[in-house]
Every structure is written in C-alpha cells, then in structure tokens.
C-alpha cells in the first residue's frame, strides 16, 4: 500500500512564504511525475507546479517566479516553496505522484493541506 503524507501547510500574511513538503511510502519500485494541486473554494483543481524524475519543471502561469517546486528521490518526497504568497493563493494543496509499484503503475493523491494567506 502506498501513502502520501504532507505537511507544511498553514495560515500566513500576504507576502510571506511556506514550503510544503509531501513524502510517498509503501511498496514503491519507482516515481515518474510528482506535482502540486491545490482547490479554492467554488472552483476546480488545478495544477500548481510538477516535476519529473529527472528534474524537469512545469508551473502554472499565476505562481511562476514565486513557487519552487522540487524533490528528493531518496526520500521519495516533494517540496513546494511559495513565496511573495498572495491571498489568491488560499486553497487546499494536494501533492500527487505517479508511482511504479511491483505489477502496475498508479497516480496517488496526498490528503490535502490547507494554505491560508490573509490580506
């Protein structure tokens, strides 16, 4: 059985900064694409940053320059740090990887980690 576990979300002021983390566990053989999602309210979930295993990145568009995504593949997690965090950016962050077990090759979803940014 395979988990993802994240951490690091809170409640900050605009303009301040967090890092999310989120470590997979389990029978893991190996992990393709690990990315960051996050839903607000009253709207869809949508892709924040994403990483392959090699390191490649991709960003959304309204956090390039200010989030960093990252990842340690001896650990098997995935870092998130926001910066210049903004109110817009208040919503629920999930963390989701592709991940190669033994017989087949699934897409796991963390549990979610709220981020607040008040004004």
């Known amino acids: 059985q395979v988990q993802l576990v994240e951490s690091g979300g809170g409640l900050v002021q605009a303009g301040g900064s967090l890092r999310l983390s989120c470590a997979a566990s389990g029978s893991i053989f190996s992990i393709n694409m690990m990315g960051w999602y996050r839903q607000a309210p009253g709207k869809q979930r949508e892709l924040v940053a994403a990483?392959?295993?090699?390191?490649?990145?991709n960003y959304a568009d309204s956090v390039k320059g200010r989030f960093t995504i990252s990842r340690d593949n001896a650990k098997n997690t995935v870092y998130l740090q926001m910066n210049s965090l903004k109110p817009e950016d208040t919503a629920v962050y999930y963390c989701?990887?592709?991940?190669?077990?033994?017989?087949?090759?699934?897409?796991?979803w963390g549990q979610g980690t709220q981020v607040t940014v008040s004004s």
């Open positions: 989701k990887a592709n991940i190669v077990e033994i017989l087949r090759r699934y897409d796991y």
């Open positions: 990483i392959t295993s090699g390191g490649a990145t």
